[in-house]
């Protein structure tokens, strides 16, 4: 069982930046797929972007080029760096673990509200 803990959220203005990070509670977060999510009201849950162990990134476009996601494996952690915000970033940004080798588990963390005010 992994628990992931996010914190970093908050209110901020329009073009402001925020820094998300989420901390597993047991050091094999080296093998896992980590990634950000996020939820607005009213709305699916959605990829933001996802770091592999090799360090490989993936971003959705609508985040490319303002938001950076890193890991350190030493600490256990995986952040998101938010930069540029905008309104239609605001959200419940949730943390995600996906285990690379088998068996494949995933994980979730509760959630922290980030809201971009205009």
């Known amino acids: 069982q992994v628990q992931l803990v996010e914190s970093g959220g908050g209110l901020v203005q329009v073009g402001g930046s925020l820094r998300l990070s989420c901390t597993a509670s047991?050091?094999?977060?080296?093998?896992?797929?980590m990634g950000w999510y996020r939820q607005a009201p009213g709305k699916q849950r959605e990829l933001v972007a996802t770091?592999?162990?090799?360090?490989?990134?993936n971003y959705v476009d609508s985040v490319k080029g303002r938001f950076t996601i890193s890991r350190d494996n030493a600490k256990n952690t995986v952040y998101l760096q938010m930069n540029s915000l905008k309104p239609e970033d605001t959200a419940v940004y949730y943390c995600?673990?996906?285990?690379?080798?088998?068996?494949?588990?995933?994980?979730w963390g509760q959630g922290t509200q980030v809201t971009v005010s205009s």
């Open positions: 995600n673990a996906v285990r690379e080798v088998h068996p494949i588990l995933g994980y």
């Open positions: 047991r050091r094999t977060l080296s093998i896992y797929t």
């Open positions: 770091i592999t162990s090799g360090g490989s990134t």
